[in-house]
């Protein structure tokens, strides 16, 4: 009885019958929503097997949440938790949920830097060269990534219950980490944006740090705000990044969290809605 060959299968065989490069890229034909589903699936499983090849890739995913937790809990929790009211045992409660908010943050800067190397080792020529959905190779990409975020998460509160965070709202955990998950595929369609059009994956990665790194001092992560100069803290009122660790320390800890969910929400859409089109149309349009 012959039986059928798998979606991986087939796109694996026609990525090795693929052309190195694509001189310039055609018109899209057609493809179904059947289709790029099935193809979304092939590539996600492929992306799944290079990193089980490739075990290193992961370092990140579960080095950065230990590193920064024990950081600032250690370094920086007996100060700033005496200006809490609670030691160190008060900050481990504040700074843990925007801890989790960086999980996307970081995680996005990544799949700019590997999706611009990807451009310039071939890859992205050999799957522009199939008869697949151009979408579906970005929506995988975002998928795994989503998947190595949510990893990291695991770790960064197993990490916290070690050293001594109270989960007292399991739902609003669970709420957190969606919400994390949301905004942090929004700033990956960012970077696969900046991964297309920069030249190189150092300028990737120069541009995340310029742009985040004020982003992520200049927010309710790591400290409060109320002692920050009064231009700043109107900065930090509308800074994504804060809204988020507001949103997850309110949904976690018990607090109000309606007015920065929908400030989270409102960026999460906005990027999304502005990155994710073009980045498509420049991965298809690329040369």
Do not use: C
């Amino acid at each position: 009885m012959s039986s059928h060959p798998s979606p991986t299968t087939t796109l694996n065989e026609a990525l090795r019958a693929a052309p190195a490069t694509v001189p310039v890229p055609v018109a899209d034909t057609p493809i179904s929503l059947r289709a790029h589903l099935r193809h979304t699936g092939a590539l996600v499983r492929r992306n799944l097997l290079w990193i089980r090849q490739d075990p290193e890739s992961m370092f990140d995913a579960i080095l950065f949440p230990v590193i920064f937790t024990l950081l600032f809990v250690y370094v920086f929790g007996g100060s700033i938790g005496q200006s809490l009211g609670g030691g160190q045992q008060a900050y481990v409660q504040y700074v843990v949920p925007g801890l989790m908010a960086m999980m996307g943050m970081n995680m996005a800067q990544g799949v700019g830097t590997g999706f611009n190397q990807d451009f310039n080792s071939g890859v992205m020529d050999r799957f522009r060269s199939l008869p697949i959905g151009r979408g579906s190779v970005l929506f995988a990409k975002i998928a795994v990534e989503l998947m190595r975020m949510l990893f990291a998460t695991a770790v960064l509160m197993v990490v916290a219950v070690l050293v001594g965070f109270d989960i007292t709202h399991w739902s609003g955990l669970l709420a957190s980490v969606g919400l994390s998950a949301v905004f942090g595929s929004a700033l990956m369609w960012v970077f696969i944006t900046l991964g297309v059009v920069m030249k190189s994956a150092q300028s990737v990665q120069a541009m995340g740090f310029l742009v985040l790194m004020p982003l992520q001092f200049g927010s309710s992560i790591f400290a409060p705000t109320n002692s920050m100069p009064g231009w700043l803290q109107a900065f930090t009122d509308y800074n994504p990044l804060s809204a988020l660790a507001d949103t997850a320390r309110g949904l976690m800890l018990g607090g109000p969290v309606a007015h920065s969910l929908w400030i989270t929400l409102a960026w999460s859409v906005g990027l999304t809605a502005v990155a994710a089109p073009y980045a498509i149309y420049k991965f298809r349009t690329k040369s």
